[in-house]
């Protein structure tokens, strides 16, 4: 399945910017999926994953109470809703599926990503 991140852009610390995570050609109904970011010089890391029925979700530590990822009614689209935005939290953001669906937090347990959205949080 191919993967399509967008929604990022630049904001001030403070605000708000929703990625939105879609598939080509097909729904992302039967996928669990993840978001994962990577800052310059820095690792990949996790940021939050939801199952493909949207009943259960998990956050890194970093984001938890600034960042909401939900599906919509018909689990086409997933999208990762941000507040609160920091510099830290700028970075490009890349949304990730997998088919067993259970929460992942490991970039290797994902075999279809996106190309990837720059977040950008200005101080």
């Known amino acids: 399945v191919q993967l399509q991140a967008s929604g990022g852009g630049l904001v001030q610390a403070g605000g708000s910017l929703r990625l939105s995570c879609a598939a080509s050609?097909?729904?992302?109904?039967?996928?669990?999926v993840g978001w994962f970011r990577q800052a310059p010089g820095k690792e990949r890391e996790f940021v939050a994953t939801?199952?493909?029925?949207?009943?259960?979700?998990y956050y890194a530590d970093s984001v938890k109470g600034r960042f909401t990822i939900s599906r919509d009614s018909a689990k086409s689209t997933v999208h990762l809703q941000m507040n609160s935005l920091k510099p830290e939290d700028t970075a490009v953001y890349y949304c990730?599926?997998?088919?067993?669906?259970?929460?992942?937090?490991?970039?290797?347990?994902?075999?279809?990503w996106g190309q990837g959205t720059l977040v950008t949080v200005s101080s």
């Open positions: 939801i199952t493909s029925t949207g009943s259960s979700t």
């Open positions: 050609g097909r729904t992302l109904s039967t996928y669990a």
């Open positions: 990730a599926a997998r088919r067993l669906d259970y929460i992942a937090t490991r970039s290797l347990e994902y075999p279809y």
